[in-house]
Every structure is written in structure tokens, then in C-alpha cells.
């Protein structure tokens, strides 16, 4: 009888902690919150398209409205007037957003289209670049106060990378990562990024074209351990342009994670000329 009681209280408890589990798993999709996935075509621009979607996100919760930022003109702001590392095409997100909420403007879409080709950032500027280019005093800008930004980490925390943006998502505060690649083991089609230590170890060896890539986690699905992130390879890629990633990958090959804000007790406001 004891062994009876004993297999059914056991019986019981397994079953609850089943429950539990199941209470404790968390879907959140910020979709609704973001613009249309882009697509970067043919250049090394991940980083601008992932910092411009996470600002475009935060536009989008304040006031309701979509805004369509330029992205060509934050290259422009980050390798001419600015001047990272005008040698390469390439961007540094953490850089890239600093500036960008230090400036407190930015241009839309069609006052600068995205362009096909870079400019030679180390070479002077042609007037008629300047004038296409140098946005500061044109009307049409969008004005913005009191967008605060942050590096997640791990320093005060003991916490994964996964969790930590996890935090963020929950507050609908998209979370901008840059992650390990490798080209072989991307899916087009289901919008999947595969990753581990037998591919790091391909990559590390030259065998497979690897690199990395900025990618603005937008959700997750805490019981399938995967986020939904917005990529930057057009909408024909994914579901519409968004994709999954594991958990695994964000806390083992990611780096550089930043969300931004609005700081409500500083009277924030967007407003366009």
C-alpha cells in the first residue's frame, strides 16, 4: 500500500511539474511592431539595416506610425562624418547606434535612397556627392528626442546571452546581435541559420565561407528555444524576410548585443519637418 501511495504521489508531482513547464513557456512576437524587411543586395551592410530596423521598431511603439530610416545616410553619418574606419564597408553596430541616438536626427528613405554601390570613403567627396549626401540641413528629417540605447551584458549577471534578450523582447525592446554565419548552412527557404562546433571548427579552418552577420531579434519561443529575427535579404527570404535562430547560437557564436528606448520620464517626441 505505502509503495502503492508513494508511486502515485511520485506519479503526481511529475505531472505537475509537466504543468509547470508548460505554464512557463513564453511566445512573444514583435512583428507587429516592425517595418518590412529589406534587403542590403549586394554589399557588406548588415549592421545598418539591423541598428535601423531596432530604431524604426522603437519609432513604430511611440507613436504608432512607420518610418522608413536611410540607411545609405548612416553609412554616410558613420564612415564620412564620422569617421569609423572609412577603409572597409562594414560597420560596428554599437558605434553605429551611439552616434545615431547622439545626433538625435535621422533621414528618411526617400530623401536618400539605398544605393547599389559605396562610395570611396577615403577619398574626397565630388560636389555633387556632397550635395546628394550631406542630408544635415535638408527638410524632411525625422527629429527625435530621448532615445536611449544599451549594450546588454554579462558582467553583474551570470545569466545566458539567450535570457538576457529574452528580457529585453518581453519589454518590446528588440534586441540587434551579431552572429556567426557559415554560407553553407543557411536555408533561403525556411529562413534558418545553422550553427555549432563542427561547423566553427569548418569556418576556423578556411574549408566553408563564413562570416559575421547583424540580425535584430524580434521574438521567441522560450519551449522550441529559437528567437525570430529580422534579416536584411529582402522579403523574398524567410517568411517575409524574417527567420529562426536557436538559443545555442545566440549563447555560444553571437557578440555585440543592443537594444534602444524611449526614456519616458524626458519627454520623449519624433517629429517630422
Known sequence: M?????????????LCSAFLDNARAEVVDLRPLQTP????????????????????????????????????????????????????????????????TNSYFVAPENLLPYQTQSLNFQAPLSAEQTAMYDLR????????RSLKFKMLTQMWSRKAWSELAMNE???????????????PYVDDAKGTFTYSAAIDQECGGGKIVC????????????????????NSWGPQWGSQGFGVLSFEHVDNYSDQLLTAYFDKLTSPSVRQD
Open 2 to 14: 505505502k509503495i502503492l501511495i508513494r508511486a502515485l504521489i511520485l506519479s503526481l508531482s511529475l
Open 169 to 183: 523582447i518581453k519589454q518590446e525592446r528588440p534586441v540587434v546581435v551579431t552572429v556567426k554565419v557559415a554560407i
Open 137 to 144: 540641413n535638408r527638410k524632411g528629417l525625422i527629429q527625435f
Open 37 to 100: 524587411a529589406k534587403d542590403q543586395k549586394n554589399r557588406d551592410t548588415c549592421a545598418y539595416f539591423a541598428v535601423s530596423g531596432l530604431v524604426e521598431s522603437a519609432f513604430k511603439k511611440f507613436t504608432g506610425k512607420e518610418y522608413d530610416i536611410s540607411e545609405e545616410f548612416e553609412i554616410f553619418r558613420h564612415k564620412i562624418i564620422n569617421s569609423w574606419r572609412p577603409e572597409v564597408e562594414f560597420g560596428d553596430t554599437y558605434t553605429l547606434l551611439q552616434n545615431l
Open 211 to 230: 562570416g559575421g552577420h547583424a540580425i535584430l531579434l524580434v521574438g521567441y519561443d522560450s519551449d522550441k528555444k529559437v528567437f525570430l529575427f529580422k
